[in-house]
Nanobody, 116 residues
Framework: QVQLVESGGGLVQPGGSLRLSCAAS????????MGWYRQAPGKQREAVAH???????NYADSVKGRFTISRDNAKKTVYLQMNSLKPEDTAVYYC??????????WGQGTQVTVSS
């Protein structure tokens, strides 16, 4: 059984930083895309950042220049470094991993709150 476990969320002041981690366990096999999504109260889940195995990275316009996604294939882990956080970044952040043959896995979510 595949499990994605996120960590690193919490409460931070505007302008602060947090680093999210998401590690996969179980027989997940080779992973193509690793990514992060977020869902704020009353809003739809949105994509934040994705990184493909071959290195292509995409960011949502709202986080470009502030967030950095990276991955460690050997550890089956994806990271999201979040700097210059704003109150509008407050959301539950979910990691997602996609395999080569329609595998699609989600983490349970970690709360990020940006508030003074």
């Amino acid at each position: 059984q595949v499990q994605l476990v996120e960590s690193g969320g919490g409460l931070v002041q505007p302008g602060g930083s947090l680093r999210l981690s998401c590690a996969a366990s179980g027989s997940i096999g080779s992973i193509d895309v690793m990514g992060w999504y977020r869902q704020a109260p009353g809003k739809q889940r949105e994509a934040v950042a994705h990184i493909r195995r071959e290195g292509t990275i995409n960011y949502a316009d709202s986080v470009k220049g502030r967030f950095t996604i990276s991955r460690d294939n050997a550890k089956k882990t994806v990271y999201l470094q979040m700097n210059s956080l704003k109150p509008e970044d407050t959301a539950v952040y979910y990691c997602n991993m996609k395999g080569w043959i329609a595998q699609d896995y989600w983490g349970q979510g970690t709360q990020v709150t940006v508030s003074s």
